[in-house]
């Protein structure tokens, strides 16, 4: 089995390997097919002056030998040097912005996953009840509403109306309201996902055996009913963490939060191709980095399950 599981584990990140390598190239080309410069953009500058501009940056060589040279350059995590943030590299901006991202991002997934596995069990272990309705209720609403549809609610309500908590992410506390913008659609997700998954456990015949058998009620819900609920958890996970931090781009607009949304599209409308090209393998690179780990862990929880 660990044999099997070592094969499956390297055939995975392989395939992640070159699912990077894809979104490299695939950036790096249609980021070059487009035919004005960078620095075309400033009238003051002479063609004399751009041309400098792009020997400076290495842009005045074919792009097959630019291809190599960022791939090189990428695996001692350079991402070059920012046009539109002169004098700065782009690995540092993203490193800056994403500490923010992060902050708001892994909050808002672990919240989402700690309050939704425990709303789904109470919702599962109380079915037909009154808290199981409104789980249901409030869940499918949530599930609907796109992160930016929220973060608008939560700022006209908390924000404008009731004043109880700052709208800026540069002020104390102005956290909070991006971080449950992109919570809660989340929550209720990974809540509906215990609930159908912890229904089908508890109907299943090992636990009508244990609970024949007389073994505590506390420990078939939490050793035998509710670990082996997570499977579907520990699958929607790793792409739900990763939509999160890739999908906070408006809700860190809205608020203003110093994030990688800002800075991305801060270098669209500064046309900085090197930053364009960083933030987007960043995310990508993240996103299937996410989905690897959670290939992963699926197994782990579950060693039942079988891979070819």
Not at 69 to 85: E, M, P, R, V
Not at 273 to 297: K, P, Q
Request: one cysteine or more.
């Amino acid at each position: 089995m660990n044999s099997k599981f070592a094969v499956y584990t390297l055939k995975r990140l392989l395939l992640a390997l070159l699912t990077i390598f894809l979104v490299i190239a695939i950036t790096f080309f249609t980021m070059h097919a487009i035919p004005a410069s960078p620095f075309s953009s400033e009238k003051a500058r002479s063609d004399a002056v751009i041309a400098a501009l792009e020997a400076k940056y290495g842009f005045d060589k074919p792009v097959p030998v630019q291809f190599v040279n960022y791939l090189k350059n990428i695996l001692h995590f350079d991402f070059g040097l920012s046009t539109g943030w002169v004098g700065c590299t782009v690995a540092d901006l993203i490193s800056d912005a994403f500490y923010y991202s992060a902050r708001i991002g892994f909050t808002a997934g672990i919240s989402a996953l700690i309050l939704g596995v425990c709303l789904g069990a109470a919702a599962a272990l109380n079915r037909g009840s009154f808290l199981d309705q409104l789980v249901q209720v409030v869940t499918t609403a949530l599930v609907s509403l796109p992160s930016f549809v929220m973060a608008t609610l939560l700022l006209l309500i908390f924000g404008l109306k009731l004043k109880l908590l700052p709208t800026l992410g540069s002020q104390p506390g102005g956290m909070i309201l991006p971080t449950l913008s992109l919570m809660l659609s989340p929550t209720a997700y990974v809540t509906r996902l215990t609930r159908s998954s912890m229904l089908d456990v508890m109907g299943q015949d090992y636990i009508r055996t244990a609970r024949a058998k007389g073994v505590k009620n506390s420990k078939l819900i939490f050793k035998h009913a509710l670990k082996n609920s997570l499977s579907p958890v520990i699958t929607y996970a790793g792409p739900m963490m990763a939509n999160i931090l890739t999908g906070s781009m408006v809700v860190e607009n809205i608020f203003s939060v110093p994030g990688l949304g800002r800075l991305f599209v801060n270098s669209m409308l500064r046309t900085d191709y090197m930053m364009i090209m960083g933030v987007t393998i960043f995310l990508a690179t993240l996103i299937v980095l996410m989905n690897f780990l959670s290939d992963v862990l699926y197994k782990v929880v579950d060693p039942r399950i079988q891979f070819e």
